[in-house]
Every structure is written in C-alpha cells, then in structure tokens.
C-alpha cells in the first residue's frame, strides 16, 4: 500500500522523528528502508534494476522471455461477464482435452463465484478452486493448500489428467505465488493488470494465452458519461464511475503501446514491459498514458512527532491526541465502504443465570483468549449486517420450531449471541439474538456500530460456507476456542474449557489455566458452571504467560538473562557503557517477584525465591500486581544504581519498569506493598516523567529499541530454561 510505503519512509528520513541528541544518534541504528515493486511504482532518486550482467543469465532470459499472448475480446452489452469468462476459460482448454492450468480473474468475488459455478456446469467433475477476498482466513489458508495439490503454486509439479480452473480476484493478485498455463481477465487498473499478467508462465517454459474481455459500460455508468458530456453535475458516484471508465480507457492505450505477434496477439512478456517502463522515462506522453491507467494513490494524513509520542503511550487505553493507525497505513480511499471483521466461536462469556457480565469481564475474557488472525474473515460492513439480520431471522424461525428436547441448544431472542469489540479489545457492544435484526429504520445504526468493528458471533449462528458468509447455510464451523485440530494442537495458543464446578487446575502439562468465566450462577452467586481459558505451554503473550513454566530460581534468571545482554550488546557493537547499563537492567529486572504476595500468586515452591513456576496463578491473590514497579522500589538503593549519572540512571530504571511493555507511560499500582500506598503512587509517577525524559532523549524508536534488548534477553533466558527442561541445554 503506497501510504504504508510513505509512512516508513517518514520513519526512515524525517529528522524531527529521530533522536534530538547525538548521542542517541551514534549509538541508535538507523532506520533503513527498501521498497519493492512489481508493478512500477518507484519512489526516490535510487532504484535498483537489473544490470547488463543479469539479462544475460540464462534463468533471467528465460522468463523475460516467457511467451505470453494477449488477445482482447469486446463484450455487448447483453453478455454476462460471468457466462463470458467460463466460456473463454473453457475454450482455453479445449473444452477439456487439455489439462492446462487456466486462471480466471474478475474484479468481483460474486462473478468470480459465478463463473466457478458456470465452468463446473460446462465441465462435470472439472477440478476447480475459488480464491477470493471477504473469506476467512482459515479457509483461505486450507485454499493455498489446495492451490498446491492443483499446479497452481509457482514451481509446483503435479501430474493432471484434465484441466484444473482457479477463479480469484484481488486477493490472487498480490500475497501468494501463482502460476498458469492460461488466463482470462476482466480489464482493471494497469498496476493490476501487470500483477495478474505476471501469475502466467512464469518460468517461461511454456506459451500462455491470455485472453482480456472488454465490457461495455452498464447503463448507469453510460448515464454518468452523458451527463458528463452535457456539462451537467455529478455526484462523487457517478464521478468515481467515470474516472473509472476513463482509466481503463487508458490502460487499453497502454496495451496498444506494446508490440504484436505475427498472428495479431500483444506480446505482455515481462521483458516487453520492462522496456515500456525504460520507454516512459524519456517518453512523457506515455508517462501520463501510465500514469492515468494506474490507481491513484490514496490520500494520506501526514506523520508527526506529536503523533508518534502519542502512539507511543502505549499503556494508557484512552488518549484524545491518539487517532486510529488505519489512515497511516491504508489512506484514504473516495466512498471506500467501511470494513467489519467476523469471528465464530462455541464459547462467549454470557452468562445462562444471574447477573449480567460486566463490561470488563468480557473484556478480559477476550484478552485471555485473544483473537486469532486465522479466524478473522474481513468484509463490507453492509454485507456483514445483511448476513446477521438475515441469520438472525432465519435461526429465531428455525428455533421456534424446535421442540422442548433440544432446549439446551436453542437461541432465544433475548439470548446475547455477539459482541462487537474494537481492534484493542474493547467492547463496543453486545447484542442479543432480536437486535441483530431490528427494523429497516434502524439498520443504520447496526452498521455505525459494527463498522471497523470485530464481531465476534455465537457459533450456532453459522452462516458461513466455505470461508464465504452464506446466510442460507446452517451447519454450525469450525471454531479456533475448542482446541481441536484449529491448524494443529496449541496453533492459536488458547483453547476454552466449559465445566461444572472445576477441580483445582493441576501443574504442569501441556496447558495451563488463564482466565475462569462464572457461566452460570445460583441465586446466591455461587458458580455452578466455568469457562476455562487455558494457556498452550509454549505461547508466552503475557508477562503472567512466561512466568510460568519449568521452575528456576530469581537468582539463576537474572544472571542468565544478564549474560544474554552482554552477547547481545557485543553482538551490535554497543560501547562498554552500554554494555554495562543493559546487563545491570537485565540483572535487576525481575526483583520485584521477591514479594511474598507474587510467590504465592504463582505458587513457588518455599525452598527458595523463584523467577518462574510451574503455576498456576491464582490472578485474584495477584491483585493487578506489577512486578516491575515492585522491582523499581527494590533497586532504587542498590549502590550500582546510585553510582550512575542521573541520565543513564532513567534509562536503567525505565528499561526494568518497562520490560513487559507498561510503563508507557503509566504502570499500575495495584497489589503494590513495598512501600507506603503515597510513596508507590509518587514512585508511579516518577515512571512517567521519566518515560517523557528518556522519548526526549532518545526519541520515541530509540527508546523503544533500548526496551527491545532488554525484552530480548529476557526471552532468550527464558527459552534457555525452557530447553534445559527439555534435555535441551541452557546457558
């Protein structure tokens, strides 16, 4: 994304953004940053090209070289697009004598599912594959799977005895390492067209044919031009659809740039588009010809230094000068629809007796048991509300119907089935099973509420087919919460348990308790039924996370973690200096898990003082205690600390109250008592002013890069443990 590219770049050059010093010039590394394009779009003075040498290696002639012949086909107004591309994508294979790989582009996911549906009527029993965006991400995964076992992964070989069909759109384009014998596309945006030509042939061993359907505009757009043509006004839709025509107008220019064969083809080789980009920079009428046939760059907001030292408050969950990173990265886009993400699971934390769950309950709930990326499916937030209101409707009929002895699975309109949650976590709302469906008048504050939003739905819900919301399909998915075969065992790092009245969690094993959720409750409060969230052994998310595990003693871990800083400083050349205020951080950092309370919290043994256990943690006996500040009060007298100059004693001290990520620049005080309650608030605040001295000094990378070593080390001592307990050696 050209904003993403723009952000770095700021990272990468603004002065203001840097160190304020020189010595945090000298001893930070510099930022450094390398663009790659395939589709032409280069930015700044230097770019690296192929050299003489390289076009005369035989592997780079090759696939210059590949053979690849384009052949346009205008479609009337009455021909579907979708009837058009099977019919050329089966023609391409010879009405299946031929068992060629034959990829089907369209800038629609709906077409490109209609014309898997037409092909498979053309063909019975064809092999095809649909790889397309608005999917979820399990599927889509499970899909390059089957990409491979089909050809149709670059350097793949697979015996076929027919031919095999992949039909995708966009999400073919860019993120995976497509190979084609064959191809049939819809005309798009020229940076598209130069991603799509370059998923046949890649090898060059083969000769594809590429066949590009011209559609005619439809009567709205054609409407738009005429308007256009008598002067009239527009509106940003109809401006948009017209500049749309107007760039694909200009692509087909560029293609009739490029050279012909002898039997009428266009020749789009890679090697006959690197020269129409060398032609371009001394021709400037095909310069504008590219420039109009390639999408605009989003608009995008500008980086500044207030902005990133807000961001960079990473601990306070709420901050007016601390807007949504989404604009930086993706721009802004004219009428681009907002976008909801959906996630199914078995277990929600709804409660089936008792009082309603607090807001930070299900807040927590979700953190203990985060969500994972390979359960996210991304879509218009106005497809995501017309799919729930049409599941909602369908599964209160479909319950109704149901008789008593199926009590227990039946959804009631009152029941809560979903929440909306943001990015970080927090909840925006729940939603019972009636308000997924409210009348027309207010769908409209259904889509503010879940535009940008997780929603995360019951299960039982379903609604999903193959990836795809589908609100005629019934069969509840899979889900990543029951710790079954979700992408291998402790792959998403959390599984959820639901029992009645739980033993006591045992030590050790594979997985370890994190969260309980009361279920259900008597009317005196009492827990009859738990939500267990439990741990994989080897996700270490939190602080809590990995400090559980094979036991070893406080002492034993900061030495380990302190020799992990010494290679680790050396390793990048620091000065002596800095070799020794890094190893002193790393050999103090974890002090504050002397206190009694933390002991117990996480069950140590009381043969000695201990840095990690096998747990589990009792997170009420904890009580929002923070080692780190703990840490802080212990150290503060320690001569090694005394003896610094006030400069690097911030940055000792700053790096040990945040080496789990707090401290920026507030840390909790809960649970605290090694000291009196005003001086561990005086102390909490000392944390902040000194986090503010130190992104002075250092500039808000370079403190976050001194956090990173220490985090390092810390984790490297850590897995150290972890291997010794596996027969694996430590340190």
């Not at 193959?466 to 029951?482: I, K, M, Q, S, W």
């Not at 620091?574 to 206190?595: M, P, Q």
């Not at 212990?634 to 401290?663: P, T």
Request: net charge neutral.
């Amino acid at each position: 994304m050209p904003p993403f590219e723009h952000l770095l770049r700021a990272v990468a050059t603004e002065c203001a953004l840097r160190s304020r010093n020189e010595e945090g010039k000298q001893c930070v590394p510099p930022f450094r940053l390398l663009a790659l394009s395939a589709t032409g779009r280069v930015r700044g003075d230097h770019a690296a090209g192929l050299t003489g040498e390289d076009f005369e290696h035989e592997v780079v002639k090759r696939r210059l070289n590949a053979k690849k012949s384009l052949r346009v086909e205008v479609l009337n107004t009455e021909t579907k697009i979708e009837d058009a591309l099977a019919k050329q994508a089966w023609a391409l294979a010879e009405e299946g004598k031929n068992a060629v790989r034959v990829l089907v582009y369209s800038d629609s996911r709906e077409v490109a599912r209609k014309a898997k549906q037409a092909v498979e009527r053309l063909a019975k029993g064809a092999k095809t594959e649909l790889f397309v965006g608005g999917r979820r991400v399990f599927e889509r995964e499970g899909a390059k799977e089957r990409l491979k076992s089909l050809g149709f992964i670059a350097g793949s070989t697979v015996e076929r005895r027919g031919p095999v069909f992949l039909f995708a759109t966009s999400a073919g384009e860019v993120g995976v390492d497509l190979d084609a014998d064959h191809m049939v596309c819809d005309l798009v945006a020229w940076e598209r067209m130069v991603q799509r030509l370059g998923r046949v042939n890649r090898r060059g061993e083969g000769k594809a044919k590429i066949v590009l359907l011209q559609q005619q505009p439809d009567k709205k757009t054609q409407q738009a031009l005429d308007k256009e043509k008598r002067g009239e006004g527009l509106t940003d839709k109809e401006r948009k659809m017209v500049d749309e025509v107007r760039r694909l107008g200009f692509v087909g220019k560029v293609i009739e740039r490029l050279p012909l064969h002898a039997d009428g083809t266009t020749d789009v080789s890679p090697g006959t588009l690197h020269d129409l980009k060398r032609c371009a920079a001394t021709d400037s009428d095909l310069q504008k010809i590219l420039e109009d046939a390639t999408t605009p760059e989003p608009l995008r907001p500008a980086l500044t230094r207030p902005l990133v030292e807000a961001w960079a408050m990473t601990s306070l969950e709420r901050h007016t000068g601390r807007p949504a990173i989404q604009p930086w990265l993706r721009g802004w886009i004219q009428d681009d629809p907002p976008q909801t993400a959906v996630v199914w699971r078995k277990h929600l934390p709804v409660r089936e007796a008792g009082p309603t769950p607090r807001e930070k309950e299900i807040e927590d709930f979700f953190e203990a048991a985060p969500l994972h990326t390979s359960e996210l499916l991304e879509t218009e937030t106005f497809r995501v509300v017309q799919w729930i209101a049409a599941r909602a409707e369908s599964v209160r009929r479909q319950q109704a119907a149901q008789d008593k002895a199926t009590e227990e699975s039946r959804l009631r309109g009152e029941d809560v089935v979903a929440f909306a949650l943001d990015a970080d976590g927090g909840l925006r709302k729940a939603f019972r099973l009636a308000e997924l469906d409210p009348p027309k008048k207010d769908k409209n504050e259904l889509e503010r509420f879940l535009a940008g939003a997780i929603l995360v739905v019951d299960a039982r819900l379903a609604g999903l087919n193959d990836g795809l919301l589908d609100e005629t399909h019934t069969e509840a998915p899979p889900t990543a919460d029951d710790g079954g075969g979700w992408l291998g065992e402790g792959a998403v790092g959390f599984r959820v348990r639901s029992v009645e009245a739980p033993p006591a969690v045992p030590r050790g094993g594979k997985w370890r308790e994190r969260f309980r959720f009361a279920s259900a409750v008597t009317e005196d409060g009492e827990a009859t039924r738990w939500l267990i969230v439990e741990k994989w052994q080897h996700d270490a998310a939190t602080e809590e996370d990995r400090s559980a595990g094979h036991p070893q003693l406080l002492d034993e871990h900061e030495s380990w973690a302190e020799e992990r800083a010494r290679c680790l400083a050396r390793t990048l050349d620091l000065g002596a200096k800095w070799i020794d205020l890094l190893a002193l951080a790393a050999r103090l950092h974890d002090e504050g898990k002397r206190a009694v309370r933390w002991q117990r919290a996480f069950h140590a043994s009381k043969d000695g003082v201990y840095a990690k256990t096998e747990g589990p943690i009792d997170y009420r006996l904890l009580d929002g205690y923070r080692h780190e500040l703990g840490s802080l009060l212990r150290v503060e007298g320690d001569e090694r600390i005394k003896k610094l100059s006030a400069e690097d004693r911030d940055l000792v001290l700053h790096l040990i109250a945040a080496h789990h990520g707090f401290a920026r620049p507030v840390i909790g005080t809960s649970g605290c008592e090694g000291a009196a309650p005003s001086a561990v608030e005086e102390k909490a605040a000392e944390v902040a002013l000194r986090f503010v001295r130190l992104q002075e000094r250092w500039g808000p990378w370079g403190l976050a890069w001194w956090e990173a070593l220490l985090r390092a080390a810390d984790q490297q001592a850590s897995r150290d443990n972890d291997a010794r307990a596996t027969g694996g050696g430590g340190t």
